[in-house]
Nanobody
Framework: QGQLAESGGGLVQPGGSLRLSCAAS????????MAWYRQAPGKQRELVAT???????TYVDSVKGRFTISRDNANKRMSLQMNSLKPEDTAVYFC??????????WGQGTQVTVSS
């Protein structure tokens, strides 16, 4: 059983919105730095957004102003609100959590397809 599980992917038209969720079965979730990555076909996995233990976010330039990362420590969840989606956002999106060396986890990924 995985430690992280994504949900919320799907097919959406350009300009539309999706909300991804990551459910964690990690002890001390609030101590994990969390992030969303994505991997498009034929491309390397890239970092999309991060959120620190104190909920400070960072974003890759291509999603700034469109995506919002958040976390709910009480319910061990992380989310990615994606607005104004573009075809180039099409990818498999992965949830990632890191507590320290040897304590890193990946979800199985959820497909996001932006197409008309």
């Amino acid at each position: 059983q995985g430690q992280l599980a994504e949900s919320g992917g799907g097919l959406v038209q350009p300009g539309g919105s999706l909300r991804l969720s990551c459910a964690a079965s990690l002890n001390f979730f609030n101590a994990y730095s969390m992030a969303w990555y994505r991997q498009a076909p034929g491309k390397q996995r890239e970092l999309v957004a991060t959120i620190t233990t104190s909920s400070t976010p960072t974003y890759v330039d291509s999603v700034k102003g469109r995506f919002t990362i958040s976390r709910d420590n009480a319910n061990k969840r992380m989310s990615l609100q994606m607005n104004s989606l573009k075809p180039e956002d099409t990818a498999v999106y992965f949830c990632y959590g890191r507590l320290g060396v040897g304590r890193e986890y990946w979800g199985q990924g959820t497909q996001v397809t932006v197409s008309s």
